[in-house]
């Protein structure tokens, strides 16, 4: 969901600092269901990351650490995202 909503919201946006908030105004008022897409998009960034922590949670608790390679891959792969 993602790409999907990322590609969609990209189409509209516009990085200039002078119109950024401009185009945000404009994806959440005149683009069709672009409320719920950008809230979508927003949630999944959000839902993505608590997984991740989870996942490290997850890893603390069953001892993954021990695993020196197997944990500073997790690590190298937490800190590219």
């Known amino acids: 969901t993602q790409l999907g909503t990322g590609l969609f919201l990209a189409m509209h946006f516009t990085a200039?600092?002078?119109l950024?908030?401009?185009s945000v105004a404009h994806i959440c008022r005149d683009v069709q269901y672009g409320w719920l897409i950008r809230n979508i998009h927003a949630n999944g960034a959000s839902m993505f990351f608590i997984c991740i922590y989870l996942h490290i949670g997850r890893g603390l608790y069953y001892g993954s650490y021990l695993y020196k390679e197997t944990w500073n891959t997790g690590v190298v792969l937490l800190l590219l995202t």
């Open 16 to 18: 200039d600092t002078a």
């Open 20 to 22: 950024s908030f401009a």
